[in-house]
């Protein structure tokens, strides 16, 4: 089901009511008569709808992750906000782009709809950018054939399994550093009969430690931080500008789980994030 459309719609449904009872009803009702039930229960939601309409649609919306692929930076049950002007301002509902205000970085945290099903929102963090050359193979990566410098961070362990894995800073050679994940036992190699085709699956190349792939116009190669753990552009490709929502930036909330009740709460993830 798509918010934004049925916000859409009842904002214009509440829209259409409120300025028929401004301009029209409201001027032929008995002075002290009570509102009817129309007003009551339509035009009076219409100056609440509309700004929570206009502030998720051009500016901030909220999302929760659902799974652990951009662990250690972001984990199962954290609620973040989306700044959907960093990219440009798009038409709700239709997410065309009217106004380019910026593109995507290298190192960005990126939500975008899934290019197989854009019913659904993915996060993942930008690796590639337009015309790259993206090589990953035996767990390290390479960009334009310059290999990104990994430093070990420590150990880390996975809250809902209890695995721990090895944390290292990875610098992506612009001065953006952050936090990825490696399962020691996990294979290096992507497996070919698991990659989901598409229009671009000629730009990538599959070999026995791992995925070579260049980056086409229009699009960009992402990952999760939860390197052996995440689904991405090794296995269903590249990101069109088109699927882009916004760019994450801040944690405002986590609750392992909202239904029935709330459980395992927290605050102490609050804040910016890189």
């Not at 259409?16 to 007003?39: E, H, I, M, N, T």
């Not at 509309?50 to 609620?79: K, Q």
């Not at 999760?224 to 552009?233: E, I, K, T, V």
């Not at 909330?253 to 609050?270: E, K, M, N, T, Y």
Request: net charge neutral; glycine share 8%.
């Amino acid at each position: 089901m798509d918010f934004a459309l049925i916000l859409f719609v009842l904002s214009i449904v509440s829209g259409v009511l409120w300025c028929y009872d401004v301009f029209s009803a409201r001027k032929q009702r008995p002075k002290g008569a009570p509102d009817p039930w129309w007003v009551e229960y339509g035009a009076s939601f219409f100056p609440v709808i509309l700004p929570i309409f206009m502030l998720r649609s051009f500016w901030i919306e909220p999302f929760r992750i659902p799974s652990g692929s951009m662990i250690p930076t972001l984990l199962v049950g954290d609620f973040i906000l989306v700044n959907k002007y960093s990219y440009g301002v798009r038409l709700p509902v239709l997410n065309k782009k009217i106004i380019a205000v910026s593109d995507p970085q290298r190192g960005d945290v990126m939500v975008f709809r899934y290019p197989h099903d854009t019913r659904q929102d993915y996060i993942k963090r930008v690796i590639g950018l337009p015309g790259d050359t993206l090589e990953y193979s035996n767990k390290r990566l390479k960009i334009n054939g310059e290999v990104m410098a990994v430093h070990p961070a420590g150990d880390f362990l996975i809250p809902q399994t209890f695995d721990v894995f090895q944390k290292l800073e990875e610098d992506l050679g612009n001065g953006r550093k952050h936090m990825t994940l490696n399962n020691r036992d996990a294979q290096s190699l992507v497996r070919e009969q698991a990659v989901v085709p598409h229009a671009y699956s000629g730009n990538c190349n599959y070999t026995a430690s791992g995925v070579t792939c260049t980056v086409p116009a229009g699009h960009y190669f992402v990952m999760g931080d939860n390197r052996d753990q995440s689904a991405d552009s090794r296995v269903w490709g590249f990101v069109p500008d088109e699927n882009i929502v916004g760019r994450a930036f801040f944690v405002w909330f986590h609750a392992d789980q909202i239904l029935p009740v709330p459980s395992g709460v927290s605050f102490s993830r609050v804040g910016r994030f890189n």
